[in-house]
Structure formats: C-alpha cells, structure tokens
C-alpha cells in the first residue's frame, strides 16, 4: 500500500488550480515517500561529530533536499553508523541521498535490517543483507535495493564503511537522506468478545422461519412442546484503531494471538524487538566461547615407540614413551587473516623427490627442510605464537603436567557384531543352526516400517579412528634422548604420530615455566628472524631463475 501523503485528499488533479503542482521534481519523489512512517525520536548515529545531527537530515522534506545545512559530519573517523526505526512494516524501494563532489563522500554503504543491538564491531562482522557503491557528487542519487531481501523492514541500519578520501580524509558528510518503498500496519486491535446474559428473540428469526417453512411442505405435525430458549453468543465487530500496538504477540480473551500479524516464518518467539538478546554469532562470539578451552600453548607432534614402566617411590607406573624427531614450528596463523589463532608444527624430515612442487616453494620460503607430517593446534591468544623456524624439545612441558594425547586408534579390519558392539550372540543349540555368532534380523519392528534405522550396530570396519586420551601425567623429559614419558596407554601401535598438548581440564603449567621455555627458545635460536628474512630472498631469486628457465624453453 503506497501512499503520496495528504496532497489529493481535497482536491483533483486539475492544474488549473495552483493548488497541487504535479511537476517533475516534487510528485514523482512523494509517490512512494516513507517520510511519515519514520519513527524520528528513535534515530541514533554512532560517530556524528554533533548530536542529533543523523536526526536532523532525515528529518529533511523534499523541498529542503538541496539545503546545505544541517549536514551529518562523522567525528573520529570517516565511518558512520545511523539506525532508522519505522512505525509501520516497509517494504523498502530504494534510498534517497545527498552527499558533495568533494572526498567527503561517503563511497561504500552497508545495509542491514531489523537490527537493534549493532554497533561498529559488529557491523564489521555481520554479513550485510546488500551493499551499496555511492557516486560523488552533490545531486540527489536514488539507489533501488533488492525488494525481495527488503520485503519487511521495521529497522534499517545504514553503515557508510568509508569516503573517497581512501584514508587522507577523516570526515564523511551527508546532507539528504530519504526512503521510497511501501508501508503495512504492524497490527491490529484486539478482538472484543461479547456474551449474552439472555436470548435476544430479535436475533433469531431466521431459526422461526426455518421451522414454519419447514411444516408446509407436508410432513406430519409434530406434538406441541414445551418451547425452549437458546442463548447464542453475538460477536462484536472488530474495531480497527489507528493507534499502533506494540509487535510483541499478546494473549488474547478466548482465541489465541490475536494482536500479531500474520507471519509467512515461524519467527513468533525470535523477534528482534521481542527483549531477548540476540543470538552470539559470528567469529568473534565462537573464539569467546571457546577461550576457556583453548589451550594458552601450542602442542607438538611425537612418534609413540612403545610402552614401558617406572618406579615412582615404591609404586611401579606403567607409560608410554613419545619422541619427539625434529619438531619445528613452521607457520604461524593469525586471527587478522585466517580468522583465529594457531600454530602449524612439523615432524621429521622427508626426501625432496617425495613431495610435491608447490609443498616444496613452501618450505624454501621458510629456509626449513620438507617434513614428514604437519599439523595445526589451536591457541588462544596471539601470545601463544612462536617463531617461525623454532625447534621445540621435550622440555617444552613441565615434569608432573597434565597433557591430552590424541591419534588414531588400532585398526582391527572387517569384525562382526560380537567383537565391535559386543553383542552376545545367540543360543548354541535349541534350533539354532550356523547363526551363533550373527546378529539376526535389523529391519522390523523398529518403529518405521520394515527399515533399517540410521546408526544401527551392525558388523563393519573397526578400529582406525581418531580418540583422545585426557589427562595423562608427564614423568619424565630428556632432551638428549627427545622423549617424553607419559603415565598410561595411548591410542595406536607403535609408530604411531600422535598430537601431544596441555590438558584442557586442567590447569596450564605455571607462568615460570612457560616464560622459561619461551627464553630456552630464544636462546637456542637468536637468529631465527634473520635467517627466515635470507630464507625468503633467496626463494625470490630461485623463483625468478625457475621463471626465466620455463620462459627460454
């Protein structure tokens, strides 16, 4: 439903008149204007350099569109974050603005839509539901957006990224803006329902006529009765008020929700404006629940060679012993650029005619030998990176720390339902032939028809799959020997790589020893930086002789 404000509520389209003036520069503009249904006292600008300043300029008519003054100015830097609320359900056409020729102009608008609880971080998160390329220039732009993305709007969130200045102008100004598009009522007025205390006969003469027509058709007269009195409920009419309810679904008297609009989504208990926070999404929320999990280190890759046991004292305690061959850190992974925090850790070392050419410019880049295996650990600030080039020993853990250690498990090939569920089979004798050890029939009785349920246990490959064992205690470190004992079994025969790491359930090694280790580390290495630097220049130069030599043949 468009409306074109009050210009033809007392007159026609005459143009005799002078009282309405269908020129081209102000009727087409107001056809479809959502000037009224701007709920103005709600409007917030987030880095305006004068309050209420956002306000002011939509609070512009069409004839003030080309008054230089008020004009929005952005304050600490060239980005602006204004939300605009409306009173009725929109569904929006395109944006009316008026910005300047000169590098003050606003280049690159993001929209989003009934959001109440965004500011400049999360609008640099959040996916925007369109983004807009403004002009430079001071002429009115209308902008069409996507009307199948825009079809129920009741808050719009403009946030202008940055200007034309591409950073040498720190203030982004707008003079003029506007919404086209069309408007609904957001609800209506609940319904009255009236009971009566006694019968209205005067409401019920169509039942006297049903039975009176009825009897001259024929039929045999009935015996008289003793006349009995109905009492019928008389329904009001619904009365359609102009005053706005509030979107938040109400109970109604008798029948349920009758102050909501109809929805074409079940979004009845997740409104935007309904008072419950909004969902945690996004990067930044998944790193902030994950903190407390994340371990502050990185861990190491490790060889299990086999088992063995050590007295503690008077007790002997059954390990496993782990060797570390070679471990070096050989990328680190930044939030800035990869979205989180991890470092990428090798193991061993592997012929160069064993791996692949890009794998090979790879670890040239890094002036590192080609390893055996690669592996990512997470961490959980940018405090747990380390140098590129580092060499990890066994020391890196503390003697009585808790670790987790996770690989694959044994594989047992093919087995049947006995040996990987455990089932018990079925009866030796008694009727039973040549089924001893299957596990009979999977598919009836099973609450869907004669099938056989996703997930069922059934005979299948066992074994080879990753487990983790937590908690495991450190015995004993020797950097000569590059072991690491730790109290128990782990999954995996030997030869088995397995990723070693502080525990998650429990706590951390103390700050000491993780400042010690990272000291040991520099002093190890105090050239890692220089090296790394050779390293690169050097990949340079072979990768432009590779390129000549591809080029001559």
Known sequence: ??????????????????????????????????????????????????RDAGKAIVKKTWAERLSQDPELESDADEQLLMTVPFTAQIKLHSILIRTSPALSAPKTLHLYINRDDIDFAAAEETTPVQVLELSQTSEIQEIPVKRSAFGS???????????????????SRISYLGFKGEW????????NIIYEAAAQPGDHKGSRQF?????????????????????????????????????IPQRGIKYGWSTAPPRSKHKRFNQPNSGLPALTTGPAAALKRRE??????????????????????????????LQMDQVQVIANKTREKHGYWAVQIGLGARQGRNVTSPMLGYYEAKGIAPK???AEFKVRDQEGLLPVGAQLLPDWFQLGQHVDVRARSRGMGFAGG??????????????????????????????????VIPGKKMPGRMGNEFRTVQNLKVLKVDNELGVVLVSGPIPGPKGRIVRLQDSKKRKAPALPHRVKALEQL??????????????????LEMQAQRKAYVAEV
Do not use: W
């Open 211 to 247: 039975t009176k027509n009825s009897n001259n058709r024929g039929s045999p007269p009935m015996p008289p009765r003793i006349p009995i009195l109905v009492a019928l409920p008389r329904f009001a009419a619904i009365n359609r008020s102009p005053l706005l309810l509030p979107h």
């Open 372 to 374: 055996a295996e690669l």
């Open 418 to 451: 006995m040996k990987r569920h455990g089932f018990a089979g079925q009866e030796a004798s008694h009727g039973n032939s040549k089924n001893h050890r299957t596990i009979g029939s999977t598919g009836p009785s099973q609450g869907g028809g004669s099938r």
């Open 522 to 539: 520099d002093e190890r290495q105090p050239d890692l930086q220089e090296k790394l630097e050779q390293a690169r220049l050097r990949h």
């Open 1 to 50: 439903m468009s409306h074109c404000h009050d210009e033809h509520d007392h007159h026609g389209h005459g143009h005799d008149h002078g009282e309405h003036d269908h020129s081209d520069d102000i009727t087409p503009a107001l056809q479809s204007s959502l000037y009224e249904q701007i709920n103005f006292d709600e409007i917030t600008t987030l880095n305006e350099s004068r």
């Open 292 to 321: 407390n999990t994340t371990p502050l280190r990185t861990g190491v890759l490790a060889i299990k060679k086999g088992m063995t046991s050590i007295f503690q004292g008077k007790t002997r305690v059954v390990c496993t012993v």
């Open 184 to 191: 609904t009522r957001l609800g209506k007025a609940p319904t």
């Open 153 to 171: 709007v009741q808050r719009l969130v403009l946030f202008f990224v940055d200007n034309f200045g591409e950073g040498d102008e720190d203030v």
